[in-house]
């Protein structure tokens, strides 16, 4: 069975491939590659900094312990990332190299002191003694003078000096420094710029008179992140105080990579890496920059030329909702579906506002994981609770890399008086859960939303995602059940209508796929289709591809990694598996169980991965109006028929595009196109 499925990691640098290659592709505009060469760049970190970092800490807890779908070792793993991630990364350089070629064509250069001319060298000298200098701590290292920490993703100038006894020292010099220009523009209005840390790293031997300068590179370390925080806790600490130190903590986590810009000698890495506690295998040399962040800034230049970048796209009004009465009402006649980023989050914001002035509103609960700078849904629920209603927020502080965000937000949220729970023990959660309850004119009545993403008014300008409304009475029951759980610090048994892990939702989606097993073994028509982020869970894997074996048709829509290999003869020949990796980034899950008028319909914030579905809160909601299954189906369809931005994967493993036979169809812009003409028939 080892033959049809791929290591979750390995399946994961593939991902990442296919955002190099567009960063790669010709047709993307020429500063939109440059962003996909900074996401590379930004994934890759975090990669390492979790997922290395946590096979890292299990390679030191247990050598033995083995991968569950293809029987590697952490070891065995950390070895084949290492050679994938070199051989990607050259991809890498070359893509920059490519680009900032043709930024020059448009007036742009970033340069180094082999092509500047005299007078630019003059005026660096002086830019680098008045500007930098005074604001650098260079530091050798001796035995009075330790190796200095090296803080996470920042860059460092290293020097290999020698003594006038012959005796070689490092010198350090960070290069990362709020005070001081990353782009140096150049006098004379002829648009070129040095990076600062090239700048420093050519002087650096002004700064260390007296010595010889024998060799030198800039230098960038990553770190771990992984941080067991439910594993450290102790119930006589206050939780948000604890995570707060816990992000402290983080920030000195050994290193698990360490970038140079030039080859050192192998002594001098050697006692780099003997400092830092990094194996040489883990260091790589990379011929762009080891930071490309300021390629933002690149773009800002180029703003006016507007051929450069992606055409203008604006959320679009969704014609369900009619202005000037209220959304509340409106929900309470049908069941509505946002579709971000092509439609506005608005309607949902407005919602919201609405119920914290309705007087008829008792209560607002919400479960947030990630949230804008500045939030809007943050001044609603306080608006809210300041308006006397039961507020309830579930704020999930080991959203990792949001802690101190949440942190913020839930000090706000409790100061305006609502009621803040910090998630439960041993599961994060990760739902996208709002649940309304009012006094209606028969009773208790529920608007219940239940999202695919973060309630997050930038993201959904960004990711696609759905929103579903609704006044489902069976619906807002099972809801309030969940929030019940959740303020008691448990999780719910059973439901009837909602997927809810960790308890309700792998065991019900199995029994989903038996039920088409069944169909297909009785001579009727089968199908499932999914639209997930991930898929890792061996054990709905295993149902699929017997599924698959037993003639059920199943079709998947996986951005990042599947580590189901599909088309394999007689095991997974029934499975096809597409990637999108386009302009938006795809987030949201979709779930086609059956055929015809039996079709089961679920949108929801679960990926099919182990720590969805059985080690975190997820919740995914059926889709009962008929006019918003049919939407559903249109979108997952015009998906799987995208011939621009999918790759198919095959019975290797490997992705390449789907070929363009006959008309083109980018499945993100056919879809920003319907939402543009079906704002435009209001």
Same mark, same amino acid.
């Given at each position: 069975m080892e033959k049809i499925y791929m290591n979750r990691e390995l399946s994961w640098l593939k991902f990442n491939e296919r955002v190099l290659e567009e960063a790669e592709n010709p047709e993307v505009p020429l500063c939109e590659r440059m962003t996909f060469v900074s996401i590379y760049q930004s994934n890759l970190d975090e990669f390492f900094m979790v997922r290395v970092g946590s096979l890292q800490d299990q390679m030191l807890l247990n050598k033995k312990i083995r991968d569950n779908k293809t029987n590697m070792t952490s070891e065995e793993q950390i070895k084949a990332i290492?050679?994938?991630? +070199? &051989?990607?990364?050259?991809?890498?350089?070359? %893509?920059?190299?490519?680009?900032?070629?043709?930024? %020059?064509?448009?007036?742009?250069?970033?340069?180094?002191?082999?092509?500047?001319?005299?007078?630019?060298? /003059?005026?660096?000298?002086?830019?680098?003694?008045?500007?930098?200098?005074?604001?650098?701590?260079?530091?050798? #290292?001796?035995?009075? $003078?330790?190796?200095?920490?090296?803080?996470?993703?920042?860059?460092?100038?290293?020097?290999?000096?020698?003594?006038?006894?012959?005796?070689?020292?490092?010198?350090? =010099?960070?290069?990362?420094?709020?005070?001081?220009?990353?782009?140096? !523009?150049?006098?004379?209005?002829?648009?070129?710029? @040095?990076?600062?840390?090239?700048? =420093?790293?050519?002087?650096?031997?002004?700064?260390?008179?007296?010595?010889?300068?024998?060799?030198?590179?800039?230098?960038?370390? #990553?770190?771990?992140?992984?941080?067991?925080?439910?594993?450290?806790?102790?119930?006589?600490?206050?939780?948000?105080?604890?995570?707060?130190?816990?992000?402290?903590?983080? /920030?000195?986590?050994?290193?698990?990579?360490?970038?140079?810009?030039?080859?050192?000698?192998?002594?001098?890495?050697?006692?780099?890496? &003997?400092?830092?506690?990094?194996?040489?295998? &883990?260091?790589?040399?990379?011929?762009?920059?080891?930071?490309?962040?300021?390629?933002? $800034?690149?773009?800002?230049?180029?703003? @006016?030329?507007? !051929?450069?970048?992606?055409?203008?796209?604006?959320?679009?009004?969704?014609?369900?909702?009619?202005?000037?009465?209220? =959304?509340?009402?409106?929900?309470?006649?049908?069941?509505?579906?946002?579709?971000?980023?092509?439609?506005? =989050?608005?309607?949902?914001?407005?919602?919201?506002? !609405? %119920?914290?002035e309705d007087d008829r509103v008792v209560s607002i609960k919400m479960t947030l994981y990630r949230l804008a700078k500045q939030s809007k849904v943050i001044e609603a629920l306080c608006e809210a609770a300041e308006n006397g209603k039961e507020v309830v927020v579930l704020v999930e502080l080991r959203a990792r890399f949001d802690e101190e965000n949440n942190i913020r937000w839930s000090r706000m949220l409790e100061k305006a008086g609502c009621q803040i729970i910090y998630g439960l023990e041993g599961f994060k959660v990760h739902s996208k859960l709002c649940l309304i309850t009012r006094r209606g004119r028969d009773g208790v009545e529920y608007i219940t939303q239940i999202g695919t993403g973060n309630y997050n008014e930038k993201t959904a300008r960004l990711y696609t995602d759905l929103s579903l409304m609704t006044a489902d009475e069976k619906i807002g029951l099972e809801a309030a059940r969940v929030f019940q759980a959740l303020t008691k610090g448990e999780t719910v048994e059973e439901s009837e209508h909602l997927l809810v892990a960790p308890k309700c939702l792998q065991s019900k989606v199995i029994d989903m796929i038996d039920e088409e097993i069944r169909r297909v073994q009785n001579g009727e028509e089968a199908y499932i289709g999914l639209k997930l982020n991930s898929l890792t869970d061996k054990k709905i894997m295993d149902k699929l591809a017997e599924a698959s074996r037993a003639g059920v048709h199943v079709d998947m829509i996986v951005r990042g990694i599947c580590c189901l290999i599909p088309g394999v003869p007689g095991e997974t020949e029934n499975i096809r598996v597409i990637s999108i990796v386009g302009r938006f980034l795809e987030h949201s899950r979709i779930y086609i169980f059956g055929c015809g008028e039996r079709t089961k319909y679920y949108i929801g914030s679960a990926d099919f991965m182990t720590r969805n579905t059985v080690k975190r809160v997820e919740v995914a909601a059926p889709v009962y109006s008929e006019k918003l299954?049919?939407?559903?189906?249109?979108?997952?369809?015009?998906?799987?028929?995208?011939? +621009? +931005?999918?790759?198919? !994967?095959?019975?290797?493993?490997?992705?390449?595009?789907?070929?363009?036979?006959?008309?083109?169809?980018?499945?993100?812009?056919?879809?920003? $196109?319907?939402?543009?003409? &079906?704002?435009?028939?209001?």
């Amino acid at each position: 069975m080892e033959k049809i499925y791929m290591n979750r990691e390995l399946s994961w640098l593939k991902f990442n491939e296919r955002v190099l290659e567009e960063a790669e592709n010709p047709e993307v505009p020429l500063c939109e590659r440059m962003t996909f060469v900074s996401i590379y760049q930004s994934n890759l970190d975090e990669f390492f900094m979790v997922r290395v970092g946590s096979l890292q800490d299990q390679m030191l807890l247990n050598k033995k312990i083995r991968d569950n779908k293809t029987n590697m070792t952490s070891e065995e793993q950390i070895k084949a990332i290492l050679k994938e991630v +070199k &051989r990607l990364n050259k991809r890498k350089d070359e %893509a920059y190299q490519n680009l900032m070629e043709k930024v %020059a064509g448009y007036g742009i250069q970033l340069i180094n002191f082999q092509n500047a001319d005299p007078e630019e060298k /003059k005026y660096l000298e002086q830019h680098f003694n008045r500007n930098i200098v005074p604001l650098s701590s260079p530091t050798i #290292v001796s035995k009075r $003078q330790p190796f200095p920490f090296l803080r996470n993703k920042d860059i460092y100038a290293v020097v290999v000096l020698e003594t006038r006894s012959g005796k070689e020292r490092l010198g350090i =010099i960070p290069c990362t420094n709020n005070m001081v220009e990353r782009m140096i !523009e150049l006098p004379g209005g002829r648009g070129r710029y @040095m990076l600062s840390e090239d700048l =420093i790293l050519h002087y650096i031997g002004k700064v260390f008179k007296g010595y010889k300068v024998k060799g030198k590179s800039l230098i960038r370390v #990553v770190r771990n992140a992984d941080i067991d925080a439910d594993a450290l806790y102790d119930e006589d600490l206050d939780y948000r105080e604890f995570m707060a130190d816990l992000m402290k903590e983080r /920030k000195k986590l050994s290193p698990v990579r360490l970038d140079l810009s030039r080859d050192m000698e192998g002594n001098v890495v050697e006692s780099l890496c &003997r400092y830092l506690d990094v194996s040489p295998e &883990r260091v790589f040399k990379s011929r762009a920059p080891l930071d490309v962040s300021f390629i933002f $800034q690149i773009q800002d230049l180029l703003r @006016m030329n507007p !051929e450069l970048f992606y055409n203008k796209r604006v959320p679009q009004k969704s014609p369900d909702f009619r202005d000037g009465e209220s =959304i509340l009402e409106q929900i309470r006649q049908e069941d509505k579906l946002l579709s971000y980023p092509y439609e506005s =989050i608005r309607p949902f914001l407005n919602m919201l506002n !609405e %119920a914290a002035e309705d007087d008829r509103v008792v209560s607002i609960k919400m479960t947030l994981y990630r949230l804008a700078k500045q939030s809007k849904v943050i001044e609603a629920l306080c608006e809210a609770a300041e308006n006397g209603k039961e507020v309830v927020v579930l704020v999930e502080l080991r959203a990792r890399f949001d802690e101190e965000n949440n942190i913020r937000w839930s000090r706000m949220l409790e100061k305006a008086g609502c009621q803040i729970i910090y998630g439960l023990e041993g599961f994060k959660v990760h739902s996208k859960l709002c649940l309304i309850t009012r006094r209606g004119r028969d009773g208790v009545e529920y608007i219940t939303q239940i999202g695919t993403g973060n309630y997050n008014e930038k993201t959904a300008r960004l990711y696609t995602d759905l929103s579903l409304m609704t006044a489902d009475e069976k619906i807002g029951l099972e809801a309030a059940r969940v929030f019940q759980a959740l303020t008691k610090g448990e999780t719910v048994e059973e439901s009837e209508h909602l997927l809810v892990a960790p308890k309700c939702l792998q065991s019900k989606v199995i029994d989903m796929i038996d039920e088409e097993i069944r169909r297909v073994q009785n001579g009727e028509e089968a199908y499932i289709g999914l639209k997930l982020n991930s898929l890792t869970d061996k054990k709905i894997m295993d149902k699929l591809a017997e599924a698959s074996r037993a003639g059920v048709h199943v079709d998947m829509i996986v951005r990042g990694i599947c580590c189901l290999i599909p088309g394999v003869p007689g095991e997974t020949e029934n499975i096809r598996v597409i990637s999108i990796v386009g302009r938006f980034l795809e987030h949201s899950r979709i779930y086609i169980f059956g055929c015809g008028e039996r079709t089961k319909y679920y949108i929801g914030s679960a990926d099919f991965m182990t720590r969805n579905t059985v080690k975190r809160v997820e919740v995914a909601a059926p889709v009962y109006s008929e006019k918003l299954k049919k939407r559903i189906r249109g979108i997952f369809d015009l998906m799987l028929s995208d011939n +621009k +931005k999918a790759r198919i !994967e095959g019975s290797d493993g490997k992705y390449t595009y789907v070929k363009c036979e006959g008309e083109p169809v980018n499945s993100q812009e056919r879809l920003y $196109q319907e939402a543009y003409d &079906r704002a435009a028939s209001r």
